[in-house]
């Protein structure tokens, strides 16, 4: 491993880039970036330890990030749903469903479910036991 090499692992790193990438992007194996890595202190646990803290997408407020754990974008579930409910054009659904509801024929979209057979309660409750609900 030259010293060129060395410099770019420690760059690579840096920036966050797994040993395996590294690796491929050198021409070296997996194994001897990761030793290289943990003889140096590039390892995950010394890059962790420098992380600095971030703030919520949301609102800015301070965010202490926790070691060994994913990287935590919003402070509370309430600063997430509202960045998510502002930022639609960003939320991929890949899992949007159209069908025809089977008893009043009027199309309907649902997200997440792809079993699901009826628009409504009222519509489940015609079909199934063919009565009225009552509401």
Not at 10 to 23: D, V
Request: glycine share 6%.
């Amino acid at each position: 491993m030259t010293n060129e090499q060395k410099l770019q692992i420690a760059a690579y790193r840096k920036a966050g880039i797994g040993y395996k990438q590294i690796a491929k992007e050198l021409d070296l194996s997996a194994n001897s970036v990761k030793s290289y890595c943990r003889r140096n202190g590039l390892n995950n646990e010394a890059l962790e330890q420098s992380l600095p803290e971030s703030a919520c997408e949301n609102c800015g407020k301070s965010i202490e990030q926790k070691k060994g754990k994913k990287k935590k974008r919003f402070c509370s579930d309430k600063c997430r749903n509202q960045w998510w409910n502002s930022h639609l054009d960003q939320v991929k659904r890949k899992a949007v469903y159209e069908y025809i509801c089977p008893i009043c024929g009027k199309p309907f979209s649902v997200y997440g479910n792809a079993k699901r057979k009826y628009c409504s309660h009222v519509c489940y409750v015609r079909g199934r036991f063919g009565a009225v609900a009552k509401n």
